[in-house]
């Protein structure tokens, strides 16, 4: 979806693949089994049926563990890809402190005020970055390093593990068919299931401006 022709976000791609075989950022695409790799730079489109995700250019005949499912995946802390802690959002600011009462809901309501993708006012959402069903990935992964705690409540249940979305953009959001990526240094919707209406309105849009978001529950979303 990537290209009016077909196609997809060369990084994007790659990253994806990197994530199933266990955080292998060294991997890169080949459009054969023993390489080179493709000639389309990061921010390429590759237009291509099928590729092939390589460790080295020695590696055609090399087997790989591949990650059976998100439960499974073990979030890489301290080593975050370049193209994604670029993209980190800035803090809130000290001056503008967030209401502590109203639990996660009033907390990303304060923050972001309209929908991050459409800023939209009426008919938002608190949406979870990684969701409440993952919580037990959450706790083993460690996940709750990257959270603003409120006492009494659940570790996934952080402003900083969640953004404002309109409610029919959350729904959608939660069924996984659309996530948010790194392009050019911009987040940007990437949409991963296509539809017409879908695709024209949302594919390749930059977020709204946010803040106080941890880059890591945005990775783990992605995965």
């Known amino acids: 979806v990537d290209h009016p022709e077909g196609g997809i976000h060369h990084e994007t791609a790659r990253i994806a693949c990197a994530i199933l075989a266990n955080n292998r950022w060294d991997g ?9 790799p493709v000639k389309e730079g990061p921010d390429g489109i590759l237009r291509g049926q099928n590729y092939y995700f390589l460790l080295s250019h020695d590696s055609a005949n090399e087997k790989y563990a591949v990650v059976p499912s998100f439960g499974h995946w073990r979030f890489p802390h301290d080593n975050l890809l370049q193209i994604w802690t670029a993209c980190k959002p800035p803090s809130i600011p000290h001056d503008r402190r967030l209401p502590r009462h109203n639990g996660m809901t009033g907390a990303t309501l304060a923050r972001d005020i309209s929908c991050r993708i459409t800023n939209h006012i009426e008919g938002t959402e608190h ?39 309109r409610s029919d953009l959350h729904t959608i959001f939660d069924q996984k068919r659309f996530t948010v990526v790194p392009k050019s240094s911009v987040l940007l919707i990437h949409i991963t299931a296509p539809t017409f209406e879908l695709t024209n309105l949302y594919h390749n849009v930059s977020l709204q401006p946010i803040i106080g978001v941890a880059i890591e529950y945005l990775l783990a979303q992605f995965a």
Do not use: C
């Open 28 to 36: 890169f695409l080949s459009e054969t089994r023993a390489g080179p």
């Open 127 to 165: 949406a979870h970055l990684v969701p409440r069903r993952e919580e037990r990935w959450f706790r083993e992964n460690g996940m709750f390093r990257y959270a603003n705690q409120r006492p009494g409540s659940e570790p996934v249940d952080n402003s900083k593990n969640a953004i404002l979305l």
